[in-house]
């Protein structure tokens, strides 16, 4: 005969072992990563990216069949572990003796773009009564380098995980839509090859919006582009110190000030990669262009899996209210930035 207990069991649904839940919930943002792939070969979705086609898929995933709790231990890891391991091999994108010895002129103005970028959204967020959270992550964003910049502050101003990947979202979302206004705009505009290229790498939002911009201005009005995109990517690092030390004020006195702010120790991998591929690899250690373009691949390929991780976070039932307005806010902002940021190249 059989015991109650037993008979519980044995109806029980057997949960997978914790390495399959692992290796499932990883390899499981790696298929969404790769239908994201695969989407953003599509017309119109080739001017979206890879990166915000994976979150569609990841966040429409999530609306028809709910959270895949069954690998969560997987889909956690990409959504932390891989995340990080993708910023600190993005600081190989980074050439720090091209931004110190060319872009120091342009620097200046990074940081008055970052600078007014994140205040503006924070103001707008008091008038538009946006959630706070994600309008800072925005602003920062918009700021910086897009979704890489979204990614290293979110840890440090403990957003969630849903507020992060609908930052990335929103940005991956204005960011193009601005990009190709930019490349329909050029014709028109009285500036030439280098002032666009400024105008471009100076206010646009990620790298690879500043590459689709840039391009119709040639060669040489992409090349001052991406320098100055460079820059903001630079200041990446000391803003995410800043960001620790306010953070660390705010909760002094507080019951929260027990709870120390963990150390981003993947900007100092960030840091470590910018100055071994700005000075040793390619120098003292020979690497093919055909490596670093791996690199480059694979860095991608593990910032979309984050993503997609962070994205089956996201239920729209429940922050459908808490993304537009943020929307908003940085719609304006964006605007904002073009237009000044245009008379003062």
């Avoid at 930019?182 to 009285?190: A, C, K, N, Q, S």
């Avoid at 903001?232 to 803003?239: A, D, T």
């Avoid at 702010?261 to 055909?290: A, K, N, Q, R, T």
Wanted: glycine share 10%; with cysteine; hydrophobic share 55%.
């Amino acid at each position: 005969m059989t015991t109650a207990n037993e008979t519980q069991k044995q109806q029980a649904p057997q949960q997978p072992s914790k390495w399959v839940a692992w290796l499932g919930g990883v390899a499981f943002t790696f298929f969404i990563a790769l239908l994201g792939f695969l989407l953003a070969k599509l017309p119109g979705f080739d001017h979206i990216g890879q990166l915000a086609c994976a979150i569609i898929i990841a966040v429409a995933y999530r609306q028809f069949f709910g959270y895949p709790e069954a690998i969560r231990s997987g889909i956690a890891f990409s959504s932390k572990r891989l995340l990080r391991t993708a910023i600190i091999l993005y600081g190989l994108k980074l050439n720090i003796d091209t931004v110190l010895s060319d872009g120091l002129g342009l620097l200046v103005r990074d940081a008055g773009v970052i600078i007014f970028a994140i205040f503006m959204m924070i103001w707008l967020a008091k008038i538009f009564k946006a959630d706070k959270d994600i309008s800072l992550l925005l602003g920062v964003g918009t700021g910086v380098c897009g979704a890489a910049a979204i990614a290293a502050v979110a840890p440090i101003i403990k957003a969630k995980d849903e507020d992060t990947a609908i930052g990335v979202g929103i940005i991956a979302l204005m960011g193009t839509i601005f990009a190709i206004g930019y490349t329909i705009l050029r014709p028109i505009l009285p500036l030439d090859s280098i002032e666009y290229g400024m105008w471009a790498g100076i206010s646009l939002h990620e790298v690879a919006h500043v590459a689709l911009a840039g391009a119709p201005a040639g060669e040489d009005g992409l090349a001052i582009a991406l320098l100055a995109k460079l820059g903001r990517v630079f200041l990446l690092v000391p803003l995410c110190f800043i960001f620790i030390y306010l953070m660390k004020r705010k909760n002094k006195g507080t019951d929260e000030a027990d709870a120390k702010i963990e150390f981003p120790w993947f900007l100092v991998g960030f840091i470590l990669l910018s100055i071994l591929g700005s000075y040793v690899f390619g120098h003292s250690i020979p690497v093919s262009d055909s490596v670093m373009e791996g690199v480059s691949v694979l860095t991608t390929w593990l910032l979309t899996a984050a993503m997609v991780g962070l994205g089956l976070n996201v239920s729209l039932k429940d922050l459908r209210d808490r993304a537009m307005r943020p929307l908003a806010a940085m719609a304006v902002t964006s605007v904002l930035l073009s237009v000044i940021v245009y008379f003062i190249v």
